[in-house]
């Protein structure tokens, strides 16, 4: 069994629901859970951090990801802007709302994704792992994908709802709960394929700029230190997939698989 360290401390958390962490707003649910801050060794950040690397997946690689995106939000996808395909759950946007392609689709799901799409997307989820942890001085084995994990298309439609609002500056801690190191794999080139939605890390003394490319993978400790947003796209279609670790056992959640 993992050994855990209580430090002992409680604090009050808000949970936002809103997949882009945006604040407020009539249908943002916010609960109030009893935090027990607990230490995991091995995982639980000790360096709080970011990189940027474009050697872990090829644009090979991230092109046919971007396919396997085009094909399952072309089932459906947001009113608004922005659409997610959560190969985890199932969820997919549709209209103002999500719906489970796994239950509204049926067997049918077997003709738009393949057995190989999957296995790339684990291939692709084991790497960043493994450079995550090699940067960060983790375990590897201690670290854990958790969710959501989901494709997203944005492009420069008005939002129609508050799931379109993906600008927001946000923590993915505090907007996610479980995450405790973020990845993101840009499908798409900033410049050539959409414009604007380059990603900016918020810090005291200035932003720093991630410009999407395909293939690109950025990755950062969840926490306060890595306050972020999404610039507005302007034009094109920007896709990307947002893949995350927690180092808590009990949020940990299976690779994506074909039912
Ligand atoms: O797509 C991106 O560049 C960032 C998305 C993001 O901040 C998130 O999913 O929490
Ligand atoms: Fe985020």
């Given at each position: 069994s993992v050994p855990i360290k209580h430090s002992g401390r409680l604090r009050l958390r808000a949970v936002n629901y809103n997949r882009w962490g945006g604040?407020?707003?009539?249908?943002t649910a916010v609960d109030l859970h009893i935090l027990l801050l607990v230490s995991l060794p091995g995982c639980t950040p000790q360096r709080c951090g970011r990189a940027v690397t474009d050697s872990v997946v090829t644009r090979e690689e991230a092109q046919v990801l971007r396919r396997l995106a085009e094909r399952g939000l072309a089932l459906a996808g947001s009113e608004g802007g922005a659409s997610i395909l959560d190969l985890h759950s199932g969820a997919l946007s549709m209209g103002k709302q999500f719906v489970n392609i796994y239950r509204y689709f049926g067997d049918q799901i077997g003709d738009v994704f393949t057995q190989e799409d999957f296995q790339l997307y684990r291939d692709v989820r084991g790497r960043i792992q493994a450079v995550i942890a090699e940067t960060f001085g983790l375990d590897p084995t201690l670290m854990y994908l958790t969710k959501p994990t989901f494709f997203s298309r944005i492009n420069s439609t008005a939002a129609k709802t508050q799931h379109d609002e993906y600008w927001h500056p946000h923590i993915d801690k505090v907007t996610?709960?479980?995450?405790d190191y973020t990845s993101l794999l840009y499908l798409s080139d900033y410049g050539s394929d959409f414009s604007g939605g380059r990603f900016v890390f918020m810090d005291q003394n200035g932003n720093r700029t991630v410009e999407p490319r395909a293939g690109r993978v950025s990755f950062f400790s969840s926490g306060s230190e890595n306050l972020h947003r999404v610039e507005k796209v302007t034009w094109g279609t920007r896709y990307a997939i947002t893949v995350s670790f927690t180092c808590d056992p009990a949020h940990a959640i299976s690779d994506p698989a074909l039912p």
């Open positions: 604040v407020g707003g009539k249908d996610y709960g479980s995450f």
